[in-house]
């Protein structure tokens, strides 16, 4: 079996922000999918953000479609990074995906309810192996979130998703 | 390829490149419950264009045919089967001809009657070195049921599956039962051999 996922992804620029040894299995996985990956400072100003999401536009020479966000359970993404993206995508007039990584309990259900909409897909991952876990736990972080941030996916928008029984299982 | 693939909606956007890869199901066999729906052939030809055997188990004859022409159109083996088939025999024949049974997928029936098949399932030897694992596709409310009814053996997840409601939702159109059968092979498939029971609600972000 190949280590890594296929290619998913068509070379899209995704900024990932936050830290863990689970956002760097996703930041590997993307990459392994085909994205470009850039890095977004954690912040809750929104022109902080935004100037995060168009410094990775300008470095990469082409626009962000993806996010990846972990706050580390202070969910900041929808007041700053979600905001951001979402001004984004209306002035470049495109369709993007935001990924939340959070540990579990961290509401993400309510972020993604605010996130949704006609040009933001937006998901979540909630699990422990978010911080750290196993090499094959987080390998399978990384697997979930390239298949999310996916055209296969497209479909699947609002979605809350952990990894096994012990992230207490959440509605999708 | 047969008429029943032919059926089936192409997808209308999306990379044009396999989602998962070639041959990775080409030594796996696939057991679906269904009524021979079209979410049940997109799950079939999800996971037979990439090289599994199925076995398909239906509402009757006519229902598990429609499923396993899937199979036939991929030029991949298949074997029939009904509800009301003698559960033994049915995995006796199976084992003879086709091998273990290593992924089970139980498209929108009620869990009394997925109930024998899951059970002869989960009590079935694995095969060396192969990961199995188990998905229900219901409608909304519905998985919580199917987890709880899970005997064990393999890891199980759920889709609430809910195609037309995304109209009114986010992403403002119908999903495609091929995006059903993507994430299906998805969650049967190694990239996702850690994920065990999650429900993944697949209505376009409706609810």
Known sequence: MSRTVPSWLDDPVCVVVGAGDGVEAVAHELAAAGATIARGPVTDDTEAALAAIEIADKAAGDPVSILVHASGGNDVAAKAYGEAFAKYLDKTNLKGNILLLEPVGAGAETSLASLCGPKLRANAITSTYVATGPREKLRALGELASYLASDYAAYVCGACLGIDRSDKRRRA | ?207
């Open chain 2, 1 to 207: 390829m047969s008429e029943h693939v032919l059926k089936l909606d192409p997808p209308a956007f999306g990379p044009e490149r396999n989602f998962l890869p070639d041959a990775i199901y080409s030594e796996d066999t696939v057991m679906i419950l269904s009524e021979g729906s079209e979410s049940a052939q997109a799950i079939a030809d999800a996971f037979t264009s990439v090289g599994a055997s199925i076995v398909s188990i239906g509402k009757d004859m006519a229902a598990a045919r429609r499923v396993s022409g899937i199979a036939e159109g991929h030029g991949q083996a298949s074997l029939v089967a009904t509800y009301r088939s003698d559960v033994t025999n049915v995995f006796d024949e199976v084992t003879e001809t086709l091998g273990t049974i290593d992924h089970c997928i139980i498209v929108n029936v009620e869990t009394d009657i997925a109930t024998p098949f899951m059970e002869a399932f989960a009590a079935e030897k694995p095969a060396k070195g192969k990961a199995r694992s188990a998905v229900a596709v219901t409608g909304a409310g519905k998985a919580d049921a199917f987890l709880a009814a899970w005997p064990g053996g393999s890891r199980m997840n759920v889709v609430e599956a809910s195609l037309d409601s995304g109209k009114n939702g986010p992403v403002g159109r119908a999903g495609g039962t091929f995006e059903l059968g993507w994430a299906v092979a998805f969650l049967c498939s190694p990239f996702a051999r850690e994920i065990d029971g999650q429900i993944l609600k697949l209505d376009g972000g409706a609810s």
